[in-house]
């Protein structure tokens, strides 16, 4: 569809959609694993035209459009399509003893008609991995992509008009305005991926109709390495988190904070593998094809102004630093000597740059780290289980990794999400399932007999009796 969509045309399809959530209700398990396959085999044929669009948008590499895109996307539904049978059956309650002779059992029902709004940075992962758990679920989508990844919305639009009804699953491409019509409307639940700032506008119009929401933010996710560890390997492991995607990345280490005895060591480590990845001898990395670029000259203004303020008070660089406006590059670039009052520590980066800090303490550490809204992810590098084990028990976050980083999202078997400002439910696998569901409770009495009814008014001396022995053995 169009960005200058109509609004009455939005409401032709809100209202197609919310006739078609009940009949989708009816839907066998079976039926909805067919279009979970429907969707996957797609995939697997289109693989070329969805790394063209992606490249069109991002310069993404093709190859880590396989591994970051489609990859994940393609686990995710095998994921859904082995479990889908378990997790949409009937979960029997066992017994309870005033209750006697009751059965109890949750009956799994989709919410029914689902608003999916879906970011840039991964403009295919993560506007399909929730549409998998909505459909997995038996909702209806409205699914708005990122109009600024156009190409690959296009792509998007086309593949869903192939795969499903229009009644069923609906792209809708547009700005800011077709966002705040979409969000006027009455949906059962909105999946947000974005922005804090962004998250927040979306709660509150969700809230006008009580919508359930899940949010999945951002934030600042530190980096802490213990002296006791591989540099060399954390340096690698490091590198590949944080400039994956050009550091356009929700999980992306935005910070590290590094014990102070370790702290030269890691900045040479880290030249070492920012050469051995971006720089090869036969190129520069601003021709690399295997590193992204800023997806518009607006957010590398951003960068650029948030560097330059760090360099202007006092930063210093450990490798990169090269910018190129024509290209929308930004190399991937270190920085060491780092105020605390800069907004590279301040705001959340969505960039390949990396201030790096340094730490005596663990409890100094930990203060910091909690001094800031809670991430989206902790990175906690360490050969000492001890060490980890305290980090986690006094920190809080979204997701943690120990002596990894960014690898949790590709794993479906996973929850993911924040807590606090970095978002608010889960997705993936069976927790996106729920996240779409209504877990219904429901109690089969048996006719001619309930235990309660020998509580019913009036209350006299033998049912005093009868909630006093109750509360006895409570």
Same mark, same amino acid.
């Given at each position: ?167 069923? =699953? ?48 951002? /934030? ?63 190129? /520069? ?156 409770? =429901? ?32």
């Amino acid at each position: 569809m169009q960005a200058n969509i109509d609004a009455t045309v939005i409401e032709e399809v809100f209202r197609k959609q919310k006739a078609a959530s009940m009949r989708l209700k009816q839907k066998t398990v079976q039926e909805r694993l067919d279009s979970l396959r429907q969707l996957k085999e797609w995939i697997k044929s289109n693989r070329e035209k969805i790394k063209e669009a992606v490249w069109d948008d991002l310069k993404k590499p093709p190859t880590e459009t396989d591994l970051t895109e489609i990859y994940v996307v393609l686990s995710e539904i095998s994921h859904a399509v082995k479990w889908l049978p378990k997790w949409a059956g009937v979960h029997k309650i066992k017994g309870y003893l005033p209750l006697v002779g009751s059965k109890s059992y949750i009956q799994m029902e989709p919410k029914g008609m689902a608003l999916i709004i879906s970011p840039w940075n991964y403009p295919f992962n993560l506007a399909i991995g929730p549409l998998v758990s909505a459909i997995a679920a038996g909702c209806t989508v409205v699914l708005k992509p990122s109009e600024m990844a156009p190409s690959t919305s296009r792509l998007i639009g086309g593949m869903v008009s192939e795969v499903f009804r229009e009644e069923e =699953v609906t792209v809708i491409e547009g700005g800011p305005l077709v966002v705040q019509t979409l969000l006027s409307k009455p949906f059962d639940h909105v999946f947000f991926t974005g922005s804090p700032a962004v998250g927040k506008s979306v709660m509150k119009a969700a809230s006008e109709h009580l919508t359930s929401v899940t949010l999945e933010l951002g /934030g600042k996710s530190p980096v802490l390495i213990d002296k006791a560890c591989k540099i060399s390997e954390v340096a690698e492991r490091v590198v590949w988190g944080k400039f994956l995607n050009c550091g356009q990345t929700c999980v992306a280490p935005d910070y590290v904070l590094v014990h102070e005895t370790e702290a030269d060591r890691f900045f040479e480590e880290m030249k070492v593998q920012v050469r051995k990845m971006f720089n090869p001898k036969d190129r /520069g990395t601003a021709n690399n094809e295997d590193y992204g670029r800023i997806i518009n000259p607006q957010h590398l203004e951003r960068l650029q102004d948030m560097f330059s303020e760090a360099l202007d008070k006092g930063a210093q660089i450990v490798v990169g630093g090269e910018v190129d406006k024509a290209g929308n590059y930004m190399a991937p670039t270190v920085l060491r000597e780092i105020r605390t009052d800069l907004k590279l520590m301040q705001e959340e980066i969505f960039g390949p740059l990396l201030p790096v800090l340094t730490y005596s303490d663990i409890d100094e550490a930990i203060a910091f780290i909690n001094s800031k809204p809670k991430p989206l992810a902790i990175y906690v590098f360490t050969e000492e289980d001890f060490f980890s084990d305290y980090v986690l028990t006094h920190t809080s976050s979204g997701t943690a990794v120990i002596n990894d980083c960014a690898v949790q999202f590709g794993h479906p078997g996973l929850p993911f999400g924040g807590v606090g400002q970095s978002g608010m439910g889960k997705s993936h696998g069976y927790y996106g399932f729920l996240a779409f569901s209504n877990q219904k409770a =429901v109690l089969h009495q048996k006719t001619g007999f309930t235990p309660v009814r020998n509580l019913y008014p009036p209350y006299g001396f033998k049912k005093r009796k009868i909630v006093s022995l109750f509360l006895r053995f409570k």
